[in-house]
């Protein structure tokens, strides 16, 4: 098993910027892509952006250019770089790590709060 555990949620102002981290401890060696899905209230929990193992990574077209993410896999840690933030960024934040067999494990979620 991979438990994930985010941080770096808070309250910030629209035009800031936040970075997320989410650290993975247990079975590392079986933890392929990992990623970021946030929720909004009254929302449909959203992907937002994956990184492979190798570094490739994706966004969802909604923070194209506004998020960016990262890892360290010497630290087993993936990060959320967010510039640019607007209040439709407010959401809960997870983690996520894919791990053998088509499994997924997710973290508890941070909570991102954008004031306009």
């Known amino acids: 098993q991979v438990q994930l555990v985010e941080s770096g949620g808070g309250l910030v102002q629209a035009g800031g910027s936040l970075r997320l981290s989410c650290a993975a401890s247990g079975t590392i060696f079986s933890t392929n892509a990992m990623g970021w899905c946030r929720q909004a209230p009254g929302r449909q929990r959203e992907w937002i952006a994956v990184i492979t193992s190798g570094g490739a990574t994706a966004y969802a077209d909604s923070v194209k250019g506004r998020l960016t993410i990262s890892r360290n896999n010497a630290k087993n840690t993936v990060y959320l770089q967010m510039n640019s933030l607007k209040p439709e960024d407010t959401a809960v934040y997870y983690c996520?790590?894919?791990?053998?067999?088509?499994?997924?494990?997710w973290g508890q979620g941070t909570q991102v709060t954008v004031s306009s």
């Open positions: 996520y790590a894919d791990i053998t067999g088509g499994l997924r494990s």
